[in-house]
């Protein structure tokens, strides 16, 4: 039986075990220095049962050819987990440490048969988008429970209306060859 090929991008210090953790900076934990602007990826073409991007996509010069290189490598049965901050988010905007901003959409068009998938030379069967409001301490942000449910059950409701100016702190996006 052959091991499990899991890969933690852009991990920093969160060092996560089972996985190989993988950043630009030689620091404690890390197994592999790379730079993920430089492409392909030193992995084989479907190779990687699961992928991980915490908060790191955001940051990279080419987040579409970032996704392109994931999806090559990435296992026909394997997901991509990817958190960014929403473009509502005010660490979003952190001057030029980060590249792009996200919304609900701009991982949906990577999904097989959206609107405008063609313009890529790949897609994901798959594209689960969840908005992740700061829920804690519960007492200052009791009404993120109630904005995280209608934002999840309509996020174009959230994202086109006066609820957005109850900031989502971050997206996350799973992905499926």
Same mark, same amino acid.
């Given at each position: *039986?052959?091991?499990? *090929?899991? $890969? &933690? ?5 969160? @060092? ?8 630009? @900076? ?7 220095? *790379?730079?993920? &602007? %430089? ?6 073409? &479907? ?8 908060? %790191? $996509? ?14 090559? @490598? ?15 988010? +005010? *660490?979003?905007?952190? +001057?030029? %440490? ?5 919304? /609900?959409?701009?991982?949906?068009? /990577? ?6 998938? /063609? ?20 007492? %200052? ?5 109630? @904005? ?22 971050? $997206? ?6």
């Amino acid at each position: *039986m052959s091991k499990l *090929m899991k $890969l &933690n991008f852009g991990c920093g210090t969160d @060092i996560k075990k089972g996985y190989l953790n993988v950043d630009h @900076i030689k620091l404690k934990g890390v197994d592999k220095v *790379m730079d993920l &602007n %430089v492409f392909p990826y030193p992995f084989a073409s &479907n190779s990687c049962d699961e992928i991980l991007m915490d908060h %790191v $996509l955001d940051h990279l010069d080419k987040p579409t050819r970032v996704l392109q290189e994931l999806h090559r @490598i990435i296992k026909k049965s394997g997901k991509i987990v990817i958190k960014v901050p929403h473009f509502s988010c +005010g *660490m979003a905007y952190w +001057g030029d %440490v980060r590249k792009s901003l996200y919304s /609900y959409y701009a991982f949906k068009r /990577y999904e097989t048969g959206q609107k405008r998938s /063609y313009y890529f030379p790949f897609s994901f069967r798959n594209v689960q988008v969840y908005f992740d409001f700061q829920k804690k301490p519960f007492l %200052v942000f009791f009404y993120n429970h109630i @904005i995280a449910w209608i934002a999840n059950a309509k996020p174009y409701l959230y994202e086109n209306t006066f609820l957005r100016v109850f900031p989502c702190r971050t $997206l996350v996006a799973t992905l499926r060859k």
